[in-house]
């Protein structure tokens, strides 16, 4: 059985002989790129650097860069991705914020892969939704946003979502077979916002782009940190298919396993906060096992997976890989 089709039966829930590996050194995914951006605006300030323009303007004395749409992000020493210090759009009244042009001729360099015969699942990436949002805004005046301008609020992600769809059709029939998303929503305890609001505001463009995925034949896979357990029900109903949780045992991943992976799959390393940076081998091992003992016992429903940047978090290599270990040792399902 081909990793593609494993990983189609976890997130079926069509009886996968195992669990689902995305580790550096093995893994079932292949990757390739949604979209080539076209007739972009010139920005200067696309790489991190040290602009004095730029400091002026945020008082900001670190690295910086802006993207294409105004956002401006912040960091120090080179480290990690970097957070946005300022948001391109400073009033609702008045703002620009077109959305990139893409070139349709990316379709035929996807239909030259001949992805449908590669025996990995075929991953492409999308933008984001709520945390466009955060950016454009700030995240102290996006949560305001929502009780002060909600109806302009619900306009713009949908409009994103829109954008996203159209992305979605052109590569419809290419071969992709997972359309993978990134939202934070939570702190480590609740959500950023109240399962109604998201209902009211986010959940059509959440299923817009979902239902276009779907219909153009992709797997709909979310990543999202922090405790997302008031949105769980809401977010599997508009769509989404596999939760991709760095965080599993912010829930813990007991109730991960039993409540919900019956009904959607989950892609998620051991958790990165409370079990790896412990460097504890035998507490590592121990969770990783339970973990497998979990998501057996309901079924399959998990894709293991390292995290991209463990430098970060201060997780040695050589930790993550007793649980990569752990994992694959005991990985069958059935």
């Known amino acids: ?34 979209r080539r951006e076209i007739n972009l605006p010139q920005n200067p300030y696309d790489a991190w650097g040290k602009y004095p323009e730029l400091e002026e303007l945020t008082h900001f004395r670190g690295e910086t860069r802006r993207d294409i749409y105004g ?30 042009e893409f070139d349709p001729k990316h379709r035929e360099t996807l239909l030259a892969k001949n992805l449908p015969a590669c025996d990995k699942f075929v991953l492409t990436w999308g933008s984001s939704l709520f945390s466009v949002l ?18 302009t ?16 059709k052109s590569i419809a029939g290419c071969g992709v077979d997972g359309w993978f998303f990134g939202d934070d929503l939570g702190t480590q305890v609740t959500t950023f916002i109240s399962p109604e609001t998201f209902r009211n505001l ?9 239902e276009t995925a779907h219909e153009a034949g992709m797997a709909v896979f979310m990543h999202s940190c922090g ?37 959607v799959s989950f892609h998620t390393p051991v958790d990165i906060q409370k079990v790896l940076p412990t460097g504890d081998r035998e507490f590592i091992e121990s969770r990783t096992l339970r973990m497998c ?25 050589e930790w993550a890989k007793w649980a990569e270990d752990i994992i694959v040792k005991n990985s069958a399902i059935h």
Request: charged share 30%; aromatic share 12%.
């Open 71 to 100: 956002n401006i992000y912040g960091r120090f020493n080179g480290k990690t991705k970097g957070e946005c210090i300022r948001g391109a759009i400073q009033d609702w009244e008045d703002y620009d914020f077109p959305l990139p």
């Open 202 to 210: 986010f959940k059509p463009a959440y299923r817009k782009v979902a």
């Open 227 to 263: 405790n997302d357990t008031g949105l769980i029900d809401d977010l599997i109903d508009a769509g989404i298919d596999v939760f991709q949780f760095d965080q599993p045992d912010v829930y813990p991943a007991e109730m991960l396993a039993e409540k919900y992976a019956s009904r």
């Open 153 to 168: 609020v619900a306009e713009f992600v949908y409009s994103i979502a829109e954008h996203e769809a159209e992305v979605i």
């Open 293 to 317: 003992e979990l998501f057996r016992a309901a079924g399959g429903g998990w894709i293991a997976k390292d995290y991209p940047s463990y430098g970060d978090i201060g997780v040695e290599k």
């Open 134 to 151: 955060r950016d454009a805004r700030l995240m102290t005046n996006a949560l305001m946003d929502t009780v002060t301008d909600p109806d």
């Open 1 to 34: 059985m081909t990793s593609k089709e494993i990983i189609r039966r976890i997130i079926a829930h069509d009886e996968p002989p195992r669990f689902g590996y995305d580790f550096a050194d093995l893994s079932d995914f292949t990757g390739v790129s949604s």
